[in-house]
């Protein structure tokens, strides 16, 4: 063979070899073309959701007396209380199942359904609910009412089971003029046991003035 004729051979071998890696970059190209340059997508966001389980034990509320609250010789026949009164019973909740409890809130306001457990005529100034807690060497007090407003409740954390806790309510009438109070009047009342989000248990109770 000619070493022209070699040379001739060898430069298409070349341009062959060159046009082959042409093709090939195209089509690499190509297939890269939309990861080189990404489209806008649309994706669905996706949110973590709790899904723990909101403990729930059962629980016995008692009252000691009901009745407690007894201002009819205090509220005089015109509406009025000459001299500050206050009363005092004991509500007992005992966690008598075999897990503790959630945690617990006790409330004039049902916060699951909205109920309120005072009757309008004693949302006023007047009229103060409060609760009174002794753990050890500290004694908490918290007021349910005062100045006519509702407020939060009282947490008093878990419940272990098997166990009980006895909360303090004292119920005051401050003095006041005539017609603040209806004399010989009986109000049905309730406090409520929030226990986590979706449960509670009420006790029953009364105001007579």
Avoid at 162 to 175: F, K, L, N, P, W
Wanted: aromatic share 10%; proline share 1%.
């Amino acid at each position: 063979m000619h070493i022209i004729d070699l040379v001739t051979k060898m430069n298409n071998t070349i341009i062959g070899i060159a046009v082959v890696a042409v093709i090939i970059g195209a089509v690499v190209g190509i297939v890269a073309y939309p990861y080189a340059f990404p489209t806008e997508e649309t994706t669905t966001e996706w949110t973590a959701q709790d899904t723990t389980p909101t403990r729930v034990a059962t629980l016995d509320v008692t009252i000691d007396n009901s009745s407690f609250a007894d201002f009819t010789s205090d509220v005089d026949a015109n509406g009025s209380i000459a001299t500050d009164a206050s009363k005092t019973g004991n509500i007992t909740v005992y966690n008598n199942d075999t897990t503790d409890s959630g945690t617990l809130t006790i409330t004039l306001v049902n916060t699951i359904n909205g109920e309120e457990g005072l009757n309008n005529a004693l949302e006023i100034d007047e009229f103060v609910v409060k609760l009174t807690v002794t753990s050890g060497l500290y004694t908490t007090t918290k007021y349910l009412q005062k100045d006519g407003d509702y407020t939060v409740g009282f947490d008093f954390g878990t419940l272990e089971k098997d166990s009980y806790t006895t909360i303090q309510v004292t119920v005051e009438g401050e003095a006041c003029d005539d017609d603040t109070f209806l004399d010989g009047k009986t109000y049905n009342c309730e406090l409520y046991i929030i226990q986590g989000t979706s449960s509670y248990d009420k006790v029953d109770w009364t105001v007579t003035t």
